[in-house]
């Protein structure tokens, strides 16, 4: 499986129940899902946590930490004990009493730690591009189990895959932000997360399905 599906409630909505609708009706078509900011500060991580009880694919909380390493681990315990089992940092915090303290927590958990190398909005490349090589040696101090890395600019794929074999890769900026189903994959990304072009679907099983229908045809198409 090679899909996330990226949970961001819009406003007007009750954020569990949207949660809830979308992860019943996908849950199995999905490796996984990540919730972001808007869902979590709305609804708490607990009563996000609980739509994905029992579940045992990837629960992602998309915080994007970037405090002093003491706070991040905080942070994380309580994550931890929400249900969720992998959480986004970013890498630019640094290794020493950074990252490094954040890892040793995941570790401890059991909860994966994923960095953010690079992003997929355009201004990405005003600060983040310009130090990748450094984010990608504080991800490879702290030994990370996956970092993200923009669908939409394929190549920063392919640059981060060329550094880091033994990460794992996921791509944000499929379907609402550009990019093309399986241009992540084929350029090295292990997962690609896609939002909105499968959650404000009329139906987003059926988004998904023809979102990983792409993907595999992609693939098939770039490994031949
Ligand atoms: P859409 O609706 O655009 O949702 O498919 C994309 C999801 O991915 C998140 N996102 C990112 N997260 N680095 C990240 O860590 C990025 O470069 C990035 N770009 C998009 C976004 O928050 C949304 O949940």
New binding site residues.
């Given amino acids: 499986l090679t899909l996330i599906i990226?949970l961001?409630p819009p406003t007007g909505v009750d954020p569990v129940e949207w949660c809830r609708s979308i992860f019943e009706r996908t849950r199995d078509i999905a490796t996984g899902f990540?919730i972001?900011l808007p869902a979590i500060v709305e609804a708490g991580a607990s009563r996000i946590g609980e739509v994905f009880r029992g579940f045992d694919g990837l629960v992602i909380a998309?915080l994007?930490l970037a405090d002093i390493g003491d706070i991040m681990a905080l942070t994380v315990e309580k994550l931890a004990r929400c249900g969720f089992n992998a959480v986004?940092a970013h890498a630019f915090v640094g290794y020493e009493r950074g990252l490094s303290t954040l890892s040793e927590k995941c570790r401890e958990l059991g909860v994966k730690l994923v960095a953010?190398v690079?992003?997929?909005?355009p201004g990405?490349v005003e600060v983040m591009d310009g130090v990748v090589e450094k984010l990608i040696s504080v991800v490879e101090r702290a030994r990370c189990w996956g970092v993200?890395a923009?669908a939409t600019r394929p190549e920063m794929v392919r640059f981060v895959r060329s550094r880091l074999s033994w990460v794992k890769i996921l791509s944000?900026?499929?379907?609402?932000?550009g990019a093309r189903p399986g241009d992540a994959l084929c350029a090295g990304a292990d997962y690609e997360?896609?939002?909105?072009?499968i959650t404000r679907s009329s139906d987003p099983r059926e988004a998904a399905r023809r979102v990983v229908e792409e993907q595999r045809r992609a693939l098939e198409r770039c490994r031949a």
């Fill in positions: 990226a961001d990540k972001g998309d994007k986004i953010v690079s992003m997929s909005h990405s993200v923009p944000p900026g499929v379907g609402a932000q997360i896609v939002g909105r072009a």
